[in-house]
Structures are given as structure tokens and as C-alpha cells.
């Protein structure tokens, strides 16, 4: 897909974050939006030996698919206190119906210290 996220957020609180996706074709065009309704979604943070440090999926509940096209993530306060301040490579694919899995996204997760925790 060629779609890169750039996101930031704090190491003291939840890291909740909405997708939408459409399909496109390779002159950019757009059509409808990706049915997630049977699709297994992962995305994963690792650090820079390419170590995965946390797993959001639809397996573990971390990702719920809302309607067509879209998606949520939840990860909580727990798993992001985990996190030193840094910058961590980020990814996320998806596979409807055992295809072979399709990348949804590449990119850094920039985690700022939140200082004061619960």
C-alpha cells in the first residue's frame, strides 16, 4: 500500500488510535473501503534490533474492527509505561481469508516521556 505512519505519544497513558482504509489501484485512484470483517490485523512496535515489544491484534483484542473500512487500536497504559522515550519502528499488514498478508502501513512510533503516572 505505500502508506507510512508517523504517529507520537506518551509513555504514561493509552495509545488509542482510528484506521480507515479504501482500496486503490496503481494510478491512485480510490475505490470502496477494505472489508476487515473476517480479516486478521496485526500491528506490532519493536525497537531497533527489530525485537517486537508490543503485539496489537484481532486475535488479542487490542484491534476491533468498527465498520467497513475502518478499525480501531487500543493499547493500554500498561503495555506504553513499558516504552522508554525513543523513536520505534512500527508496522501493521492484515490477511483476509489466509490470503497472503498485505501491508497496511510502515513507520516510527515517537514516544515522549509523560512524567507523572497513575
Known amino acids: 500500500m505505500g502508506v507510512t505512519l508517523n504517529d507520537s505519544i506518551t509513555n504514561n497513558g ?10 486503490s489501484y496503481d494510478n491512485g485512484e480510490t475505490t470502496s473501503p477494505i472489508d ?3 480479516a486478521t490485523i496485526q500491528i506490532e512496535v519493536n ?14 483484542g487490542k484491534i476491533t474492527v468498527t ?4 478499525f480501531e487500536l487500543s493499547i493500554p497504559a500498561t503495555d ?19 490470503s497472503e ?7 516510527t512510533l515517537s514516544v515522549r516521556n509523560g512524567v507523572a503516572r497513575l
Open 14 to 23: 493509552g495509545w488509542s488510535r482510528g484506521f480507515y482504509f479504501t482500496a
Open 36 to 38: 476487515f470483517t473476517t
Open 47 to 60: 525497537d531497533q534490533d527489530g525485537c517486537t515489544l508490543i503485539t496489537a491484534s484481532t486475535g488479542n
Open 67 to 70: 465498520e467497513t473500512g475502518r
Open 80 to 98: 506504553m509505561q513499558r516504552l522508554c522515550p525513543g523513536q520505534y519502528p512500527i508496522g501493521g499488514v492484515y490477511q483476509i481469508n489466509g
Open 101 to 107: 498478508p498485505i501491508s497496511l502501513f510502515t513507520g
